[in-house]
């Protein structure tokens, strides 16, 4: 798909990634993170309910990140059938 305004080509548009599935990788990407930070500090302060929501934040996190990369997949599956 090309995208025109005006008569000028702006760019062009091969179905790439989607805006959904990459902000939601993003976001599955942070989650782990910032649980892998929780989960570990703690660890350290024995601090057992800390441990357990950073645990809990992590595998969000990687759900997310999972469902962001699947998304992107079906929807490049989707755009390239139609072409």
Same mark, same amino acid.
Do not use: H, P, W
């Given at each position: 798909?090309?995208?025109?305004?005006?008569?000028?080509?702006?760019?062009?548009?091969?179905?790439?990634?989607?805006?959904?599935?990459?902000? !939601?990788? %993003? &976001? #599955?990407?942070?989650? /782990?993170?910032? =649980? *892998?930070?929780?989960?570990?500090? @703690?660890?350290? +302060?024995?601090?057992?309910? !800390?441990? %357990? &929501? #950073?645990?809990?934040? /992590?595998?969000? =996190? *990687?759900?997310?990140?999972?469902? @962001?990369?699947? +998304?992107?997949?079906?929807?490049?599956?989707?755009?390239?059938?139609?072409?």
């Amino acid at each position: 798909m090309t995208v025109a305004t005006r008569g000028n080509v702006l760019a062009q548009d091969d179905g790439g990634d989607t805006m959904a599935g990459s902000k !939601l990788q %993003a &976001k #599955g990407k942070k989650n /782990k993170a910032v =649980g *892998s930070v929780k989960k570990e500090v @703690g660890r350290v +302060t024995k601090n057992r309910r !800390l441990e %357990a &929501k #950073g645990s809990m934040q /992590k595998t969000k =996190g *990687s759900m997310q990140d999972i469902a @962001g990369k699947t +998304t992107r997949k079906m929807t490049n599956k989707m755009t390239k059938k139609k072409k």
